[in-house]
């Protein structure tokens, strides 16, 4: 493989988009869009915001979905319809409520989206787990057991206690994808 470790895959945190704590929501957009802007060394942009702490310390990511999540509110219509089937309500009535539920006015007004812009990044971000960090010198093997079995779209990549980058999925897969042409070009 011609990389054989995180480090050589991974996006150094300086060229990630990252915000504070206490930062809006369309604040963190707008870092993002210009991170993305910045960052050329991949054809994948990137796809979430990582929030820092006041001493630059990860303490959380914004996805793209977790963002979506900030403006469409009635996500939280699934936890209650969950409490449903616990009274034993068949599927096919809860996804009749649901539907009922989704069809009382548009997600995307005014001021829904103006409210959603003035949340803090905080209150919907999503703090890290343990098994989403790897280490920088890590092989790409151990990666990709970690992306796999965790069912994450990227890591946290850390040296010496510090997240020094992130590895992102379609960094991965592009460098498997090739590898995988190479083989199979190989004759036996």
């Excluded at 604040?27 to 942009?45: P, R, V």
């Excluded at 929030?51 to 009635?74: C, F, H, M, P, Y």
């Amino acid at each position: 493989m011609e990389h054989n470790c995180v480090k050589d895959l991974m996006v150094p945190i300086s060229k990630y988009a990252t915000v504070t704590v206490g930062t809006s929501l369309l604040d963190a957009i707008l870092a993002l869009e210009k991170a993305q802007e910045a960052y050329t060394s991949s054809k994948y942009q990137h796809r979430a915001i990582l929030v820092l702490d006041s001493n630059r310390q990860v303490v959380g990511r914004v996805s793209q979905l977790r963002i979506l999540k900030a403006i469409e509110t009635r996500h939280d219509l699934d936890s209650d319809m969950e409490k449903l089937s616990n009274f034993r309500f068949s599927e096919e009535y809860i996804a009749g409520r649901r539907e009922q539920e989704r069809l009382n006015g548009p997600v995307l007004n005014s001021e829904s989206l103006r409210a959603a812009l003035e949340k803090k990044v905080e209150h919907f971000m999503q703090k890290p787990t343990l098994g989403e960090f790897v280490s920088e010198d890590s092989s790409i093997d151990i990666a990709i057991h970690k992306l796999v079995a965790g069912a994450h779209a990227s890591l946290l990549v850390t040296s010496n206690h510090s997240i020094t980058g992130v590895l992102r999925l379609p960094d991965v897969f592009s460098e498997v994808f090739h590898e995988m042409r190479i083989a199979g070009m190989t004759p036996r």
